[in-house]
């Protein structure tokens, strides 16, 4: 089995990255999520990944072609969800600190954190789907000592 996706032309990085999206990154996103990047711990949630996927190739600077190990249902709904690679640009870890700094194609950028506190999100004006769709300037989360997890504590650079 084969799974083809084309990348939108008009997906970027937002500020400091500020650059189109490519092939490249994709399957270093991938590549590095299951383990196979040096000095890069394997993600915890990388098992179902490397059961599903045999390999990922770019075929040409906008697709990329994932081979499946097997008939895979949910493939779609796997790529969708948190338990799959975050799309971050080639040699993120020597662009900036991905454990501690958001960065990303969303439609709102992290513009503060502060532990335990809130995190506070402005518009991406470069978002790919921006010019087509109306969407909020930003929007500003607040936490209790409940809702803290460790992925929002690392945000907040502890």
């Not at 089995?1 to 399957?27: A, G």
Request: hydrophobic share 35%.
């Amino acid at each position: 089995m084969t799974l083809i996706v084309k990348l939108r032309p008009n997906v970027k990085f937002h500020p400091p990255i500020s650059r189109v999206l490519t092939t490249d990154d994709v399957i270093y996103s991938f590549n590095r999520y299951v383990g196979d990047v040096p000095s890069v711990p394997i993600s915890p949630e990388a098992g179902d990944t490397k059961r599903i996927f045999a390999s990922w190739t770019a075929t040409d600077a906008r697709t990329v072609r994932s081979a499946l190990k097997q008939p895979q249902a949910n493939v779609l709904y796997r790529l969708a969800s948190t338990y799959s690679p975050y799309l971050m640009p080639q040699g993120a870890d020597q662009l900036y600190k991905p454990d501690t700094t958001a960065m990303g194609t969303e439609p709102w950028i992290l513009d503060q954190a502060q532990q335990d506190v809130r995190m506070l999100f402005r518009r991406n004006s470069e978002w790919h789907f921006g010019p087509e769709r109306p969407y909020m300037d930003g929007f500003d989360i607040r936490f209790t000592a409940v809702g803290v997890t460790p992925g929002r504590r690392r945000l907040c650079g502890k």
